[in-house]
């Protein structure tokens, strides 16, 4: 049985000095977006949800496309019915007998929101849960345990009478905590942390550094894919800005510190990030970066690679093993793009020895060494290309190298 509605609710957004109302106005948005294709729905907003009349469209979709919208605590398919106990009585029985799976054990929740309603909630739950009772041979009710728990809503504008409660992503509204950049590798790790990075409301605009000619089209096309893929949470599209990092990386290569040549790459990919960030009015920086994973990801390495920009570093994978990684990016269909081989520039001239400890005096001289490193870091960021991705863009692979995205 099709569900009538879909009752949607939300987190409590709770962030002192601003107006619950901007994320309410704001997740009101997302929905919409995410629903756009299914012109039939109705949504209605009401204080901390929204209901959407399906108007014949599948449950299954719907619900697989609110799966994406970020703030979205949980939501129950429902029959919607009249303020009336026979009314209300009925559409019980629908709902428990629309059931995958026939329980065993029951019980009859009721809040009753309009006063004007003649029964109390204690009285309905007796009411509906004897009427069940009596049409369903073999039921019976457990008011601890219940393997079903048939929820009933009474608000003045009707009754909502529902039995399941899908979980949503949670998070904030997508763009309701300010924006920042997320430094994109083709890598498993940072599409992830650009997910929950954007769960929690932050906007952001991907920057990936490439080597072309050393790096190849295919591994940009593999990063377009990845934000194509992240792109399906914004409710509108990511801009995507590609660096070229050929000539400070072969300048880094080229000097006398090959155990600190990831410390310097690093530290220079920041520094561009900062500039754009600046130019594109962001306030922090995203990395993928995971405690321990790596030599460039010790606790000595971070505090100095972060140290070269003043912007908040945010890593929101920082405490996660690699498996809780790979779980999250599979559920959000990023893996199977991640895995693709192709190079990323930071394993083109991978030292052997890649230092876990770097000494932050040794490593800014290291940098003053290299001729014209600050001249390098500015062009690159002047010399950025610039790509807005959106969901429904043709495959990456099929589009790439041309203009016209839309
Ligand atoms: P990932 O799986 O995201 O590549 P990783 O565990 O392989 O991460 P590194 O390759 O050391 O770790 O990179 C650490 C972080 O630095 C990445 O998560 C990403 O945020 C950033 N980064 C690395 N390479 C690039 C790149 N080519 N362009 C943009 N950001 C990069
Ligand atoms: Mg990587």
């Not at 920057?207 to 399906?232: C, D, M, N, W």
Request: net charge neutral; glycine share 8%.
């Amino acid at each position: 049985m099709n569900p009538d509605m879909i009752l949607i609710r939300f987190g409590e957004f709770t962030v002192k000095g601003k107006n619950r109302g901007v994320f309410d106005k704001r997740i009101a948005e997302q929905v919409k977006q995410a629903l756009r294709a299914y012109p039939r729905i109705a949504m209605t907003r009401a204080f901390g949800r929204i209901y959407i009349e399906l108007n014949g469209e599948r449950y299954e979709e719907i619900a697989a496309k609110l799966a994406s919208v970020f703030g979205i605590a949980s939501f129950s398919p429902v029959r919607r019915t009249a303020n009336e106990l026979e009314a209300i009585r009925a559409a019980a029985l629908d709902v428990m007998r629309a059931l995958p799976k026939q329980p065993g054990t029951f019980k009859v929740s009721v809040r009753r929101v309009d006063k004007g309603f003649p029964h109390d909630s204690q009285e309905m739950n007796h009411l509906v849960g004897g009427h069940v009772l009596r049409e369903l041979p073999g039921l019976a009710v457990n008011v601890r345990e219940p393997e079903v728990e048939l929820k009933i809503e009474i608000q003045p504008e009707g009754s909502y009478v529902y039995s399941s409660v899908v979980p949503g992503p949670g998070g904030y509204p997508y763009g309701t905590n300010g924006k920042a950049m997320l430094l994109l590798s083709g890598g498993i790790d940072s599409p992830v942390a650009g997910y929950l990075a954007m769960r929690q409301g932050l906007e952001l605009e991907a920057v990936h550094f490439h080597s072309y000619p050393f790096t190849s089209e295919q591994a940009k096309e593999k990063v377009i894919e990845l934000v194509r893929r992240l792109s399906g949470y914004t409710g509108g599209a990511i801009k995507l800005h590609l660096v070229s990092f050929t000539d400070i990386q072969t300048a880094i290569a080229q000097c006398n510190h090959s155990s600190l040549i990831i410390t310097l790459m690093r530290r220079s990919m920041l520094r561009i990030a900062e500039r754009l960030a600046g130019q594109r009015e962001a306030l922090g920086i995203v990395t993928g970066d995971s405690l321990g994973q790596v030599a460039s990801q010790t606790l000595s390495s971070m505090n100095v690679i972060g140290r070269t920009t003043e912007l908040p570093l945010l890593r929101p994978l920082i405490t996660m093993d690699k498996n809780e990684i790979i779980r999250i990016a599979r559920q959000i269909g990023t893996f199977e793009t991640s895995i693709l081989p192709y190079e990323d520039c930071c394993t083109l001239f991978v030292p052997k020895n890649p230092t876990t400890n770097p000494n932050l005096s040794v490593v800014e001289k290291a940098e003053a060494g290299i001729p014209n490193l600050e001249e390098m870091i500015r062009q690159a960021a002047a010399a950025v290309e610039t790509m807005t991705i959106a969901p429904d863009m043709k495959s990456a692979t099929e589009t790439a190298g041309e203009d016209d995205w839309f």
